[in-house]
């Protein structure tokens, strides 16, 4: 390809996807590469996502791409693209330094990274950014507002909101909890003692995993829980005279909520 074509293009947004989508144009891998290297002087988000589509097979390119992503400011006028880079390469680690970066969470920059990036970014890609990145930061301030954030922007079904837990740091579960009750993400206030009534979902050879109505969160009985009576076979369990089933309703009373916020029935102590 004529490379006065290919510096008239420099700046055209478009341009970056003729190039991801027809590599072909290019006489040569090298000239192709040259030109991501150039575009990404002037445009390092459209020269990432140039490489997206074959980061596997370009991880020299990839390499050298991430080398000219240096946020060392938080001033800079690239910040947001960058930070957006970061988020497309799936870099976690990079982006957990970011996160480290003294002045990150000034007002300004709180605004710029919640409205520019983590508010146009896909749902399941903030999911993996909090999974492999946010629950390594150590920083509590940073840790609660990625958190307010991430309730502020989507809604999130049960199995979504359970990785949410398993990935939040021990030390945020109680701002979690807190988070999920006012963004009505836990339906329902579940207390100790009360008595509730759920439904089989699964039944393993220990455990009866049942959903509370109205609720998100996971709940189980023990097998010890059931009955007063020593059971060899969970399956040989009744209630009400039916044998144990899946979709069977039940009242059982909540005997404990973990840390995690994982709720554990009795039936045996429902009077």
């Known amino acids: 390809m004529n490379n006065d074509l290919l510096q008239k293009h420099l700046n055209d947004p478009a341009w970056a996807e003729v190039i991801r989508l027809h590599s072909g144009l290019f006489d040569t891998q090298e000239e192709r590469e040259n030109f991501i290297l150039d575009l990404a002087e002037t445009d390092i988000l459209l020269a990432v996502e140039c490489k997206m589509s074959s980061v596997e097979t370009e991880s020299r390119m990839v390499d050298l791409l991430k080398s000219k992503i240096q946020i060392n400011n938080t001033d800079d006028v690239c910040f947001v693209e960058k930070f ?20 990150i969470m000034k007002k300004k920059n709180k605004e710029k990274i919640k409205k520019n990036v983590l508010g146009v970014i896909p749902k399941i890609v903030f999911l993996e950014c909090y999974k492999y990145c946010f629950s390594k930061i150590k920083d509590g301030q940073v840790n609660s507002w990625i958190m307010q954030v991430l309730f502020q922007l ?83 369990f009744e209630c009400n005279s039916e044998k144990l089933h899946i979709g069977q309703k039940l009242k059982a009373k909540v005997i404990s909520i973990d840390e995690k916020g994982r709720i554990n029935l009795s039936l045996k102590q429902v009077k």
């Open 84 to 103: 957006m880079s970061i988020i497309e390469f799936r870099d976690w680690n990079a982006l957990a330094k970011i996160f480290a970066t003294q002045g």
């Open 154 to 236: 989507y809604n999130f079904n049960a199995n979504e909101i359970q990785m949410i837990i398993e990935a939040t740091p021990k030390r945020q579960y109680s701002k979690l909890n807190h988070l999920l009750r006012i963004n009505k993400k836990y339906n329902r206030d579940i207390k100790v003692n009360n008595v509730y009534t759920c439904k089989v979902l699964i039944i393993s050879h220990k455990r009866v995993f049942v959903k509370i109505e109205n609720e998100t969160r996971k709940a189980s009985i023990y097998i010890g829980e059931l009955t007063n009576q020593r059971l060899a076979n969970i399956y040989d």
